[in-house]
């Protein structure tokens, strides 16, 4: 699985941004989750959101509750993360992931077989 990862960038506190991950390499079926994790430096790895690839079935970290939305679009094989009210502590590299038994508790790292490569994310107070 080949996971590309784009619309990270520079936003002032309280505006939007909106990344998409493009995924191939594997035809994705029922048990098949889409997620994003976030990373600051210092910091360990965070799950944000995740999607389950089939019914649209979400979760959300704390932080993201709220304030982001995860959206997977089974046609193009992307998920999204439409994130608002951003905030300097959201300031990391963001990764997209895919998980290939839904079963398995989505905020841990460990339980993600995939990921693409990051893209930064830099909110300025």
């Known amino acids: 699985v080949q996971l590309q990862a784009s619309g990270g960038g520079l936003v002032q506190a309280g505006g939007s941004l909106r990344l998409s991950c493009s995924a191939s390499?594997?035809?994705?079926?029922?048990?098949?989750?889409m997620g994003w994790f976030r990373q600051a430096p210092g910091k360990e790895r965070e799950f944000v959101a995740a999607?389950?690839?089939?019914?649209?079935?979400?979760q959300y970290g704390h932080s993201a509750m709220g304030r982001f939305t995860i959206s997977i679009d089974n046609a193009k094989n992307t998920v999204d993360l439409q994130m608002n009210s951003l905030k300097p502590e959201d300031t990391a590299t963001y990764y997209c992931?895919?998980?290939?038994?839904?079963?398995?508790?989505?905020?841990?790292?460990?339980?993600?077989?995939?990921w693409g490569q990051g893209t930064q994310v830099t909110v300025s107070s």
């Open positions: 390499g594997r035809t994705f079926s029922h048990h098949y989750v």
């Open positions: 999607s389950l690839w089939s019914t649209g079935y979400t």
């Open positions: 992931a895919v998980n290939s038994y839904s079963d398995s508790d989505w905020a841990d790292t460990t339980s993600w077989d995939y």
